[in-house]
Each structure stands twice: as structure tokens, then as C-alpha cells.
């Protein structure tokens, strides 16, 4: 399965980078609400609205973008292979979970300029404003880590779940993953559960476990029981 560490990482970073995004934006817009050339707030106000926020937003996100999407090569290369899987279906499991990602990105614009307008006529500060926007649905630190984590983990299952649909009927699996004070009643109940089939699995917990785990930021996933503990790599140019 993929190494949660190096997930672990990668969302770290993300999250990281996303907040200094934030900071850039708000720093370079309220520097533009001082320019001598806005006598009055609606003045910077008109200017503002004119602004292509998104376009911005995705310009200076680029390499962030780019970051999450060569992750998957990384989450691959710690997986095992388990069954045949193409190359196309690879690139379409990976552009799936990369456009997703841009998506959350994109949202950031529109709550970065509703922030700084609110900023600019009550005239709080750039860490007010910075702090505002944190408080956004699923643009804070700890929430871009989360969605990073979700999103790689759920890709490496995504993977997993095609191969495993090419395994016998009688193949069995084993829940795998930390085990810990984060760890949910559902995946410890999973983990316990021992060695099942596909259709067990399925009849005790549902299909979606597969690929959701125990659910958003879930560590853990079904292997087949035989599996080697050797990495083997999927692919390396995804």
C-alpha cells in the first residue's frame, strides 16, 4: 500500500505552500489598495471587481498544482502489483484526483477577494484578513492537509480497487493501516475483522470501503492477504 509518511509529508508541504498563497494575495492586493492612483475605497473597490482573482489564483497555484500531481507517481511506487492495470486507466485515476484538487483551489479566489473587500472598508489588518480566510471552509492549514491526505489515499485505493476486480472470488483481504488514538471505531472494526472476501467485505461494511476506508483522512486500506511486503513499482511516469 502507499507510504502514509511520504502522504503525510506531501500534505504538509501543500498546506504550507497554500497558506504563503494566501498571504501573497492578501499582502499584494491591499499594497494595491494603497496605490496613489485610488483616491477613494470605491475606487479600489471598481478595480477590484474588475480583477480576474481566479486567473491569479491560478497562476500563482501552478506549482502547487504541479507538487500534487507528480505525488501520485510517488504514491505509486510504493504500491504493490497486484493485478494488470493500463496505463490509461492510471492517467485517468490520476487527472480525476488532480482535477478535484484544482477545483478546491479555484474556490479560494472568489473567498479572497470577498475577504479583502470586507478588509479594505473596515479597515482591519493584512493577519485579520489572512486569518479570515482561514477560517474558510477547507482553506486552513490543518483542512488543506486533510484534503491532500483524503485525496492521495483515495487515489492509492482507487488503484488498488482495479486490480483487486481482476482477483478470484476466494482471494481474501486484510484491513491494513496505523492503529492509534486518530484511528476510527469503523476501521478499527475493519482491522479486526480478520482475513474476508471481496463479497464479505462488501456484506459487512459496503462496497465504498474500497476506496473511501473508513472515511475523510482514513490511513488504511483492504489488501489481499498474500500480498508481499516488497514494493513493487506501478508506475513510475504518472
Same mark, same amino acid.
Given at each position: 500500500?502507499?507510504?502514509?509518511?511520504?502522504?503525510?509529508?506531501?500534505?504538509? #508541504?501543500?498546506?504550507?505552500?497554500?497558506?504563503?498563497?494566501?498571504?501573497?494575495?492578501?499582502? &499584494?492586493?491591499?499594497?494595491?489598495?494603497?496605490?496613489?492612483?485610488?483616491?477613494?475605497?470605491?475606487? @479600489? $473597490?471598481?478595480?477590484?471587481?474588475?480583477?480576474?482573482?481566479?486567473?491569479?489564483?491560478?497562476?500563482?497555484?501552478?506549482?502547487?498544482?504541479?507538487?500534487?500531481?507528480?505525488?501520485?507517481?510517488?504514491?505509486? /511506487?510504493?504500491?504493490?502489483?497486484?493485478?494488470?492495470?493500463?496505463?490509461?486507466?492510471?492517467?485517468?485515476?490520476?487527472? @480525476?484526483?488532480?482535477?478535484?484538487?484544482?477545483?478546491?483551489?479555484?474556490?479560494?479566489?472568489?473567498?479572497? !477577494?470577498?475577504?479583502?473587500? /470586507?478588509?479594505?472598508?473596515?479597515?482591519?489588518?493584512? !493577519?485579520?484578513?489572512?486569518?479570515?480566510?482561514? #477560517?474558510?471552509?477547507?482553506?486552513?492549514? /490543518? #483542512?488543506?492537509?486533510?484534503?491532500?491526505?483524503?485525496? $492521495?489515499?483515495?487515489?492509492?485505493?482507487?488503484?488498488? /480497487?482495479?486490480?483487486? &476486480?481482476? $482477483?478470484?472470488?476466494?482471494? !481474501?483481504?486484510?484491513?491494513?493501516?496505523?492503529?492509534?488514538?486518530?484511528?476510527?471505531? $469503523?476501521?478499527? &472494526?475493519?482491522?479486526?475483522?480478520?482475513?474476508?472476501?471481496?463479497?464479505?467485505?462488501?456484506?459487512?461494511?459496503?462496497?465504498?470501503?474500497?476506496?473511501?476506508?473508513?472515511?475523510?483522512?482514513?490511513?488504511? #486500506?483492504?489488501?489481499?492477504?498474500?500480498?508481499?511486503?516488497?514494493?513493487?513499482?506501478?508506475?513510475? &511516469?504518472?
Amino acid at each position: 500500500m502507499a507510504d502514509q509518511t511520504k502522504i503525510d509529508n506531501i500534505a504538509a #508541504q501543500v498546506a504550507r505552500q497554500t497558506d504563503q498563497l494566501q498571504q501573497e494575495l492578501v499582502r &499584494d492586493l491591499l499594497t494595491l489598495s494603497k496605490a496613489d492612483r485610488f483616491q477613494t475605497i470605491d475606487q @479600489f $473597490l471598481f478595480a477590484l471587481d474588475q480583477l480576474d482573482i481566479q486567473e491569479l489564483v491560478r497562476i500563482k497555484s501552478a506549482n502547487i498544482l504541479q507538487g500534487y500531481t507528480q505525488a501520485h507517481t510517488i504514491v505509486l /511506487k510504493d504500491m504493490d502489483l497486484i493485478a494488470d492495470i493500463t496505463e490509461e486507466t492510471l492517467r485517468s485515476l490520476t487527472n @480525476f484526483s488532480t482535477s478535484t484538487f484544482a477545483e478546491h483551489l479555484g474556490q479560494m479566489g472568489n473567498i479572497v !477577494k470577498k475577504e479583502i473587500v /470586507k478588509g479594505a472598508i473596515a479597515g482591519t489588518t493584512e !493577519k485579520a484578513i489572512f486569518d479570515a480566510i482561514q #477560517q474558510q471552509a477547507g482553506l486552513s492549514g /490543518k #483542512q488543506m492537509e486533510t484534503l491532500v491526505t483524503t485525496g $492521495l489515499n483515495d487515489y492509492s485505493r482507487s488503484v488498488s /480497487k482495479v486490480m483487486i &476486480d481482476q $482477483l478470484g472470488d476466494n482471494q !481474501k483481504y486484510r484491513y491494513v493501516g496505523a492503529i492509534d488514538d486518530r484511528t476510527r471505531d $469503523l476501521c478499527l &472494526d475493519m482491522w479486526g475483522a480478520g482475513n474476508l472476501t471481496k463479497a464479505e467485505i462488501e456484506s459487512r461494511f459496503g462496497a465504498s470501503v474500497f476506496i473511501s476506508g473508513g472515511g475523510y483522512n482514513c490511513r488504511h #486500506q483492504w489488501i489481499p492477504v498474500e500480498a508481499e511486503s516488497k514494493s513493487k513499482d506501478v508506475r513510475t &511516469d504518472a
